[in-house]
T-cell receptor
Framework: DGGITQSPKYLFRKEGQNVTLSCEQNLNHDAMYWYRQDPGQGLRLIYY???????QKGDIAEGYSVSREKKESFPLTVTSAQKNPTAFYLC???????????FGDGTRLSIL | SQQGEEDPQALSIQEGENATMNCSYK?????LQWYRQNSGRGLVHLILIRSNEREKHSGRLRVTLDTSKKSSSLLITASRAADTASYFC??????????FGTGTRLTIIP
């Protein structure tokens, strides 16, 4: 079955540590997105990529980094520069220029 | 910045009743989408309406769009317990940068 897989489901970060969230899709979608969701809030765009080896900052990119070396994969690194990383992170993908977005089931990141 | 603001923030209704949620947005869009999110899960796309459309139906869902008022509404008819979820509107041009609203939390009481 086609879909988007995010891993791990739960992740804990220590002070000063970088952590990487995985997002893999087998939908043959060109575009991929990372969102952050805080409790009771909507989604805010962190980064997005419309093609391999290219990505753009979203509204809240500070403290995060991404790579897009393969069409299927769009990992997100939460760096130590992100001082308030506790949130629910959602990855999505779509056929470039066509709606809608398909979402994974998220990774919940907490601070130890 | 949040493009859409949903109203109400929370809604509780009896099973079988209709549920209406509203969304307002700030800037120009060429499409507005509605998504559902069950607790602790990802979002699921429900329906999309384009800026040149005024109303669209899909099963028990009815969406309206008023571009002059920059607003949209989602109506769920004959609600079921399984409709309990949060509902988000999202607007944008194409799919490059969808901007999501803050959501309406819908509870269906059996």
């Amino acid at each position: 079955d086609g879909g988007i897989t995010q891993s791990p489901k739960y992740l804990f970060r220590k002070e000063g540590q970088n952590v990487t969230l995985s997002c893999e899709q087998n939908l043959n979608h060109d575009a991929m997105y990372w969102y952050r969701q805080d409790p009771g809030q909507g989604l805010r765009l962190i980064y997005y990529s419309q093609i391999v080896n290219d990505f753009q900052k979203g509204d809240i990119a500070e403290g995060y980094s991404v790579s897009r070396e393969k069409k299927e994969s769009f990992p997100l690194t939460v760096t130590s520069a992100q001082k308030n990383p506790t949130a629910f992170y959602l990855c999505a993908s779509s056929t470039a220029g066509r709606e809608p977005q398909h979402f994974g089931d998220g990774t919940r990141l907490s601070i130890l | 910045s949040q493009q859409g603001e949903e109203d109400p923030q929370a809604l509780s209704i009896q099973e079988g009743e209709n549920a209406t949620m509203n969304c307002s947005y700030k800037t120009s869009i060429n499409n507005l989408q509605w998504y559902r999110q069950n607790s602790g899960r990802g979002l699921v796309h429900l329906i999309l309406i384009r800026s040149n459309e005024r109303e669209k139906h899909s099963g028990r869902l009815r969406v309206t769009l008023d571009t002059s008022k920059k607003s949209s509404s989602l109506l769920i008819t004959a609600s079921r317990a399984a409709d309990t979820a949060s509902y988000f509107c999202a607007g944008g041009f194409g799919n490059e940068k969808l901007t999501f609203g803050t959501g309406t939390r819908l509870t269906i009481i059996p």
